[in-house]
């Protein structure tokens, strides 16, 4: 039942039952909407509150334009996940907005923080990020939590840390379907599909969280990534051994006494090693102690 007859590429499309995904081309970012009897989740709000006007009017044409809103999910704190969050309270007055604990101690100074690095870059839609108000989650939780739709519950968890420490996925278990984040990480060009490891992010712990994503989906679930396309479970077991494969050799590597500085050099790496030079700088310096020797003079 996806939307049928549309040619608009932003349009939001049913991926499993009144569950609908908009893949926004900036920042290639998805929105998800789950329906149930007592409203909509919209799950993520995108760059700015420009880019997420044009769809919150989207989602009013989901179900019907007098379905509420009820609950707005950031799944971590990123910019490009929550500043949109006002064109959402400033619609539905009521609703709630919920993150993990983490996310919503960070926003309030990440948020403004990432937007005045891209305006000090220059970057082309700076100015309408600027022009975006925080909003800050309200309803948090350190662990889990539902939302009860009335006719069908959401799961929230957190995975433990992965892309940031603050990561939340949700699941809909009647129908089977999971929302992951960018704990998962997909593309149309299955070699641009790298985890996205941050300067913030967990490299050593983000196997542990793909533990958990693939625990509670089945072979048939729906898996809607922070970005990109819509996977699978079998997409996550990938990813899962590549994020292992990155984390087992920044610990060996620690353990043969090799520099960090050294080591994208130092072994084999199952992504590019452009795109990991955060998660070695990140993962060297969250070895325990005793786990590294140092370096041969
Ligand atoms: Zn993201």
Redesign the pocket.
Known sequence: MSTPGTSDPEAFVEVADRVWVARHAW?D?NVTVIGGAAGLVVV?TLASEAAASPMRDRVRRLVSPTTPVVAVVN??E?H??VLGNAVFTDAWPDLVVHAHEEAADRIPTVVPASVAARVAAGEPRAAEMAASRVVVPTQTLSSVGALDLGDRYVELVHPGRA?TAGDLCLRVPDADLLVA??VVEAADDPALAVP?YGDDSWPLDWPAALDLVVGVTTPASVVVP??GPVVDRAFVEAQREGVATVASTIADLAGRGVRPGDALGASTWPWPVDRLTEAVRRGFAQLPPGARRLPMA
Do not use: E, L, N, W
């Open positions: 920042y970012v993520d799944t971590h990123h490009d996940h892309h984040g960018d996205a922070g970005h």
